[in-house]
């Protein structure tokens, strides 16, 4: 009984902040849609609790309305991160509510950004694994970015100056070199939404959800597997970070909140871990040979 009782708790703690984050994405006038693992869920006729996290999606239109909407929930008791340890809101932004001090539900809001004729996730925090060079330079990029966060270089405005600087040549010369692993959606699944109505909260997702599902999780993305790859869908291709320097550059700073996660460390593979097969597969994509011709 006991057991069931907490269960039904966390169930209701991940309603509620499903609802929150909901319902304040709509008063900061962010036009989001429910994304990735919790969309699949909707669309498989599954509940969206037991879920590992949150998802929502957001257009890089909505940046500065976004750091509106993340100190509101700040002020409201939320803690709130930057995806990916940036100094600045660029990938997107971690919405935790602290349940007990183990327990975190945990929303995620990713940012895409228009490129040829996609939306995409830049992922300058999963520089290419079998690329010593990408995760070399990202291990400086990190600690940089960690640099920045530290409250005391508010006080020494020369030396916040001076690493200001620095970090600015480092990370041009990252986003010129470093291969990441990225993800592409086709602008015409993420032009159309619909509403929909979970336990009367109203939530907008892309319009033709199942085609989305498919070019991001694979022919097979009815049927549960925990075997998962990125290479079962569409989405993910390999390059360097040059189209979104202009994007990085102009992202607005953001003050997190200092918490910790406890996060798992199974020994479970990770989907941003290819073998040679999947690097092949990745390879033939023609995502990254359309995006160059932007530059």
């Known amino acids: 009984m006991i057991t069931k009782n907490i269960k039904d708790k966390t169930k209701h703690e991940f309603m509620a902040t499903f609802e929150d984050i909901n319902f304040y994405l709509k008063k900061y006038k962010i036009k989001a849609w429910m994304d990735a693992g919790l969309l699949l869920k909707y669309s498989r006729g599954q509940n969206l609790y037991p879920s590992s996290d949150i998802d929502f999606g957001v257009k890089s239109d909505d940046i500065k309305n976004i750091i509106l909407f993340s100190n509101h929930m700040k002020e409201i008791g939320y803690l709130v991160t930057i995806l990916g340890n940036t100094s600045v809101v660029f990938e ?3 919405i935790a509510r ?3 001090d183990d327990n975190f539900i945990t ?9 040829a004729n996609y939306y995409c996730r830049p992922n300058s925090h999963k520089p290419l694994k079998q690329s010593y060079l990408a995760t070399n330079l990202f291990r400086v990029f990190n600690k940089l970015n960690i640099i920045l966060n530290l409250n005391f270089l508010k006080r020494f405005r020369i030396i916040k100056f001076f690493f200001n600087y620095i970090f600015f040549l480092y990370s041009k010369l990252y986003f010129q070199i470093a291969i990441t692993s990225q993800f592409a959606i086709p602008k015409n699944l993420l032009e159309s939404f619909k509403n929909i109505n979970i336990d009367n909260e109203i939530i907008s997702i892309p319009k033709d ?8 999780y694979g022919i097979n993305w009815k ?20 189209n979104y320097w ?3 550059c102009s992202a607005p700073p953001f003050l997190k909140s200092e918490y910790l996660l406890k996060t798992s460390k199974g020994n479970h593979r990770s989907i941003f871990k290819f073998d040679d097969e999947e690097l092949k597969f990745i390879k033939k994509s023609k995502i990254k040979s359309e995006l160059f011709k932007i530059n």
Request: net charge positive; aromatic share 20%.
């Open 223 to 242: 049927t549960p597997n925990k075997n998962w790859r990125l290479t079962d869908g569409n989405m993910v291709f390999l390059c360097n970070l040059k």
């Open 107 to 115: 929303a995620d809001i990713y940012i895409y950004y228009p490129l």
């Open 209 to 216: 959800n199942i085609k989305y599902m498919e070019w991001r």
């Open 246 to 248: 202009h994007y990085f």
């Open 98 to 100: 602290k349940i007990t």
């Open 92 to 94: 997107g932004i971690t």
